[in-house]
């Protein structure tokens, strides 16, 4: 929140400002959202969120379907693993709904138009269709794309595969289709 006020003192409109984030930092870049919203500072242009962590619960399917599956942050290929889907140290003495923590709590009423990323095998697929779920009742507009059999955070990783540089791709276009609104 610090850095987005501060940028605005430097009189850079909300307007030219896009908040891009993966993985938990998905979680901060809608946490930034929720934060303006109470604050009622005006919100950036776009966000767009790679692999999004939408709640520190461990209740959504997908934590348990691509436990196997996501060759990133799956059961048995990272020690993150535990971390996202058994217990979570980051929020172990707070409210799990609290969307500070969880954003998918929360209202996005206001929200930035979003281009929301994931891979039909990793384990926060659920959270990226949840996040698309509540821009969709709030009505925010937003592309969610899944990309099948790709795992967490897969274009980053994996940055030379063909489903990375559509990713890659989506991301421009997206830019630059909804920056010229």
Not at 14 to 30: F, H, T
Not at 103 to 111: L, M, Q, R, S, V
Request: glycine share 4%; hydrophobic share 40%.
């Amino acid at each position: 929140m610090k850095i987005y006020k501060e940028i605005l003192s430097r009189g850079i409109s909300p307007e030219k400002i896009i908040v891009i984030g993966d993985s938990a930092g998905g979680n901060l870049a809608l946490a930034l959202s929720v934060a303006l919203k109470e604050k009622n500072i005006p919100q950036p242009k776009l966000m767009i969120l790679i692999s999004a962590w939408g709640t520190v619960e461990k209740n959504l399917s997908s934590r348990k379907l691509n436990e196997n599956r996501d060759l990133v942050l799956g059961k048995n290929f990272s020690p993150l693993y535990n971390e996202v889907c058994k217990y979570s140290s980051y929020a172990k003495n707070f409210n799990k709904k609290n969307p500070n923590l969880s954003p998918i709590y929360a209202d996005f009423t206001g929200f930035p138009t979003m281009l929301i990323q994931a891979g039909g095998y990793e384990i926060l697929l659920n959270d990226s269709i949840e996040i698309a779920k509540k821009a969709a009742t709030a009505d925010v507009k937003f592309t969610l794309t899944i990309y099948p059999e790709m795992p967490h955070d897969f274009a980053l990783m994996l940055p030379t595969l063909q489903d990375s540089l559509d990713s890659f791709k989506e991301i421009q276009d997206f830019i630059n289709q909804n920056m010229n609104d």
